[in-house]
């Protein structure tokens, strides 16, 4: 038993001190306990010794392994701790508990109150400490990192597309000559380049052409339905369109541009120099909206040219890697699948339209052109597992997964199955350019599998709902900062406020990412994810909003009736 005398305060102050302990939650032990940490909270208020007035007492489930009581006798407050030493780390809770009291003892307001431990605090900064000097040194854009790969690798394969190869000479002079054609056409920075192309050459040459011109390149997926492809090219506003879309399709005021490499002449002038800032729009990715529309998002310079040199200098692409191209234009890895072996000299393998869904085909492409990289979705890994035979994929040597929550009976068939490749499980949101963390798998690592620890120059904050830090093993919300949050929205500045909140924790002033997701730090400082905080789900790697699933529910004439269950996110229907 504990005592400890806070010291004069109003009266009644006691009921509102044991309402605001409400929001601690114990770190369960790891592996995740069964009982979940409660604290049982008492409050009574002695009015010149007449005795009791009254109980008040919050549970947050059975099994409390900490009781608190709050006596309130002739102004003073009287706090007792009752607590199982067995069930708490008796230092860091008392460390947290003191950092509580003290607080009100100074008469701090409750809604400032931080309940961290110094030990926490400082777990929460180690953490975060992912500054490099990259970022303020040399802020060098997308376009000069990858041009300084190319210059170093001419003759080596750049792509190979269905068994033809493209060296980085000449991939280098179509890119060079379709990017002074945009350029004469308009493109320039904070202009909006649509790429409307199957994966394959042309494809990868109009996204390096796009990024020259300082413009920002916005794939949009052929897979993609008419009707979406006109909204997104219609929302996005882009000055030109490169590929063979119909003429119902370009928005108004747009030009089309078509790809005819055969038909250009080649050059062996250096590129332009183009001055795109650092803030600049990269890259334009639409995602799923709760309006029942899609979004845009705008990702910049620093944010994309972050991530591909902290992936290279994490992961070290060689110039005699091979990087399997099977992503989505829709999905964000498809940048990194895109531009990272630029940047080393490695060669791009690239499946054809549609093979990233057949695992089969793969398997066997991973094979016949010795991939030794490739992202694949956590939904996608088992049946591609499936696929693979003993002796299978032998060149193989890093296979990221993201997109989804990836599970441990996943990770470890993976493991299991491919047993000399290094697996590494990717978090990041579309509003965040392409991963904002990392986790090295392995079988070892019990019934969790973790999002990881930051990526370089990127902040990971677990926060409630006042933004303060939470303890460790608390759940609350990620919040998303550094180098790779997005600008935001494109033409939506109250979604964008919305979801993009001043940072309090940095001096500077810079930005946070709501993400939406829910999520408690570890004992390691490694991120676990429990879940959405609201009803976006996942298909495949593919953010859903269930709002846009309702709206076209609505504008379906045959559709009379619809009923959203919030619980079972689930819509009911009645077809007539």
């Given at each position: 038993l504990l005592?400890v005398?806070?010291?004069s305060?109003e009266?009644?102050r006691?009921r509102e001190?044991?309402?605001?302990c ?5 770190q369960?032990?790891?592996p995740a306990s069964?009982v979940?940490?409660t604290v049982?909270?008492?409050h009574?208020?002695?009015a010149a010794g007449s005795?009791?007035?009254?109980w008040?007492?919050?549970s947050?489930?059975e099994g409390s392994a900490?009781?608190l009581t709050c ?18 780390d008796e230092?860091?809770?008392l ?8 607080a009100?003892?100074?008469?701090e307001p ?5 309940i961290?431990s110094?030990a ?6 180690q953490?975060?400490d992912t ?7 040399d ?8 041009g300084?790969g190319?210059?170093?690798h001419g ?22 000559v379709l990017s002074?054609?945009l350029r ?8 909006v380049?649509a790429?409307h192309l199957?994966r394959?050459p042309d494809?990868v040459s109009a996204?390096?052409?796009t990024i020259?011109?300082?413009a920002?390149?916005?794939?949009v997926?052929p897979?993609?339905p008419a009707?979406?492809i006109?909204y ?5 506003h882009?000055?030109l369109?490169?590929?063979e879309?119909?003429?119902d399709l ?6 089309r541009?078509?790809v005819?490499?055969?038909m250009?002449?080649p050059t ?6 183009v001055?795109a ?10 995602t799923?909206?709760?309006t029942g529309?899609?979004k845009?998002v ?7 040219a972050?991530?591909?040199r ?5 992961y ?5 890697d ?5 992503s989505p234009?829709?999905f964000?890895?498809?940048v990194?699948?895109v ?6 000299g490695a ?9 990233h869904?057949?695992s089969?085909?793969l398997v066997?492409?991973i094979?016949?052109?010795d991939?030794t ?5 956590p ?14 994929c032998?060149?193989?040597?890093y296979?990221f997964?993201g997109g989804e929550a990836l ?8 493991v299991?199955?491919?047993?000399d490749v290094e697996l590494v499980?990717?978090y ?5 350019v392409i ?8 079988a ?5 599998v973790?999002i990881?620890t930051p990526?370089?120059n990127t ?8 933004l303060r830090e939470?303890?460790?093993g ?5 919040y ?6 997005a600008r935001?929205y494109l033409?939506q500045?109250?979604?964008t406020?919305e979801?993009?909140?001043?940072d309090?924790f940095d001096p500077?002033?810079?930005?946070m990412y709501?993400s939406?997701?829910?999520v408690?730090r570890?004992r390691t400082?490694?991120?676990?994810y ?11 790697g ?9 709206a076209?529910l609505?504008n379906?004439p045959r ?5 959203k269950s919030?619980r079972?996110n689930?819509?009911h229907?009645?077809?007539s």
């Amino acid at each position: 038993l504990l005592i400890v005398p806070v010291g004069s305060l109003e009266q009644g102050r006691g009921r509102e001190f044991a309402a605001a302990c409400a929001r601690w939650q114990r770190q369960p032990a790891e592996p995740a306990s069964a009982v979940d940490g409660t604290v049982l909270f008492g409050h009574r208020h002695s009015a010149a010794g007449s005795g009791p007035d009254g109980w008040a007492t919050t549970s947050s489930g059975e099994g409390s392994a900490v009781w608190l009581t709050c006596v309130e006798d002739k102004g003073q407050l009287e706090v007792a701790f009752e607590y199982d030493l067995r069930d708490l780390d008796e230092a860091d809770w008392l460390d947290r508990w003191r950092g509580v009291l003290s607080a009100l003892a100074a008469d701090e307001p409750l809604c400032s109150i931080s309940i961290l431990s110094s030990a926490e605090r400082e777990l929460a900064a180690q953490a975060n400490d992912t500054g490099t000097g990259y970022r303020f040194l040399d802020a060098a854009t997308p376009a000069e990192l990858i041009g300084r790969g190319i210059s170093a690798h001419g003759t080596a394969i750049a792509v190979r597309a269905e068994g033809t190869g493209l060296c980085y000479l000449e991939l280098d002079s179509r890119a060079e000559v379709l990017s002074r054609r945009l350029r004469a056409a308009g493109a320039a920075p904070e202009q909006v380049v649509a790429i409307h192309l199957d994966r394959g050459p042309d494809l990868v040459s109009a996204v390096l052409a796009t990024i020259r011109t300082g413009a920002a390149f916005f794939c949009v997926d052929p897979s993609y339905p008419a009707e979406r492809i006109r909204y997104m090219l219609a929302d996005a506003h882009p000055s030109l369109v490169i590929g063979e879309t119909t003429d119902d399709l370009v928005p108004p005021g747009a030009r089309r541009i078509s790809v005819l490499p055969e038909m250009d002449s080649p050059t062996t002038a250096a590129p332009m120099a183009v001055a795109a800032a650092p803030a600049g729009a990269s890259y334009i990715l639409y995602t799923s909206g709760s309006t029942g529309l899609p979004k845009g998002v705008v990702n910049t310079n620093e944010g994309l040219a972050n991530r591909l040199r902290s992936m290279q200098e994490t992961y070290t692409l060689r110039a005699d890697d091979r990087v399997l191209v099977k992503s989505p234009t829709s999905f964000d890895v498809s940048v990194r699948e895109v531009l990272w072996p630029l940047m080393a000299g490695a060669t791009q393998v690239v499946a054809r339209p549609g093979g990233h869904q057949d695992s089969a085909y793969l398997v066997e492409l991973i094979e016949q052109e010795d991939v030794t990289v490739m992202h694949i979705v956590p939904s996608q890994l088992g049946p591609f597992l499936d696929m693979v035979r003993p002796g299978s994929c032998p060149t193989l040597r890093y296979l990221f997964s993201g997109g989804e929550a990836l599970t441990p009976e996943l990770r470890d068939r993976a493991v299991e199955v491919l047993p000399d490749v290094e697996l590494v499980n990717l978090y990041g949101p579309t509003e965040a350019v392409i991963d904002v963390s990392a986790a090295r798998c392995l079988a070892a690592d019990g019934p969790v599998v973790t999002i990881g620890t930051p990526v370089a120059n990127t902040g990971l904050r677990v926060l409630d709902s006042g933004l303060r830090e939470l303890p460790r093993g608390c759940p609350g919300e990620l919040y998303i900062a550094g180098a790779q949050v997005a600008r935001g929205y494109l033409g939506q500045p109250s979604l964008t406020a919305e979801r993009f909140v001043p940072d309090p924790f940095d001096p500077v002033g810079g930005r946070m990412y709501r993400s939406g997701d829910r999520v408690r730090r570890r004992r390691t400082g490694e991120i676990e994810y429990l879940g959405r905080a609201d009803e976006q789900v996942k298909i495949r790697g593919v953010r859903v909003e269930l709002g846009e699933v309702e709206a076209v529910l609505r504008n379906t004439p045959r559709i009379r009736e619809d009923r959203k269950s919030t619980r079972l996110n689930s819509s009911h229907i009645t077809i007539s």
